[in-house]
């Protein structure tokens, strides 16, 4: 199976790069292919220009390589924090340039955007992986947690994906060694049960 990583945090220190990190070696110890992307080390391009926004223009080699990985990924895991109830821009950019028509969706027939798209993606199954400093409760009862919606509805569920697992870490600024080793041994848990090891 082919499962396609996307990682946006800065410090290769966080516990989000630890948990990208858990999830790849858990993926390559049950004989998966996986593709791994660590946007802010590649210095990944968050802003689209003009020339890439209509669904018939041709992106750049460094995009297109994107696009063709996502659309040919079984399986897909983000990571990100949460940051002002958002993904960090350069995740935003990276779904604003790689989750494009023609490779996530399309509008059916003579429809010219205005209905209801058609979800493209192959893969069938997405893993959200966040980290917080906010309460679940506040989250929840102040934010109405953002995240929940903007992958589960916004994105995953318009481009095909079916199932969608969203595991949101708290609190981290107070966690300890071992809190976090617990939720290390919970990513390796969470990975193999949506993406079993292959048999040969």
């Given at each position: ?38 946007l802010c080390a590649e210095k ?87 980290t917080t400093n906010t309460p ?65």
């Open positions: 199976m082919k499962v396609s990583i996307i990682l946006a945090h800065p410090d290769p220190r966080s516990l989000n790069h630890a948990i990208a990190g858990r999830a790849r070696a858990t993926l390559l110890a049950g004989s998966h292919e996986v593709t791994f992307h660590d990944f391009d968050p802003v689209m220009p003009a020339a890439e926004i209509a669904s018939s223009a041709t992106p750049p080699p460094e995009i297109a390589r994107h696009c063709d990985e996502i659309r040919a990924a079984d399986g897909i895991i983000i990571v990100h924090p949460n940051w002002w109830g958002q993904p960090p821009a350069v995740l935003k950019g990276w779904i604003d340039r790689v989750l494009r028509p023609g490779v996530a969706y399309r509008f059916r027939g003579d429809d010219p955007g205005a209905g209801i798209p058609e979800g493209l993606l192959r893969a069938r199954t997405a893993l959200i992986f966040n679940e409760q506040r989250e929840k009862a102040v934010f109405h947690d953002p995240l929940e919606t903007l992958w589960r509805n916004c994105i995953c569920g318009l481009c095909g994906v079916q199932i969608i697992t969203r595991r949101t870490f708290q609190i981290v600024i107070t966690s300890t060694p071992e809190q976090r080793r617990a939720w290390l041994a919970e990513v390796e848990t969470l990975v193999r049960r949506h993406f079993p090891p292959e048999t040969s």
